[in-house]
């Protein structure tokens, strides 16, 4: 099908997504900068503490998922919104639970598969390109010999 196209159409669709893709990114580092702002703010602080935004801390259990009773009981309340909690400790000695939005090993599983489908899409589309390439190739090649076979 592409083959088909003027260079003048491919140029002009070329030029509408590229405008069209940085559209959306710009759309979307707006959101994504005001998001986190208002959720930190909706977030229940176990203990009802915050002493981890003015003092330093130390990380004592990092992001991970909330058990299903804490989810169901509501015993925790930071686990109400996202459903993962972090553990520290502030500089004062105070045992802080607080709300983060995801966990990092599973963001990193999550973007490796992603990644590795878009591979497996890449090379899938490439071998179909190459087996079309090499169709055309041979019926290019066949209607030529037929040609050149019928000229006395």
Known sequence: MLENCQRYHMVLGLGALTLVTILVLIIESRYAAEGPRRREQQFLIENNSTCWRHEPYIVLQECHPCS????????????????????????????????????????????????????????????IGYARDRVLSRRTYLKIERQLNRVP
């Open 68 to 127: 299903e009773f804490d989810i169901v009981s509501k015993s925790l309340g930071v686990c109400i919104h996202t459903h993962y909690k972090e553990v520290l400790r502030c500089k004062s000695g105070e045992i802080v639970t607080k709300s983060c939005d995801r966990v990092a090993l599973i963001e990193q599983r999550n973007f490796i598969k992603f990644e590795s489908a878009c591979f497996v899409l890449g090379v899938l589309s490439y071998l």
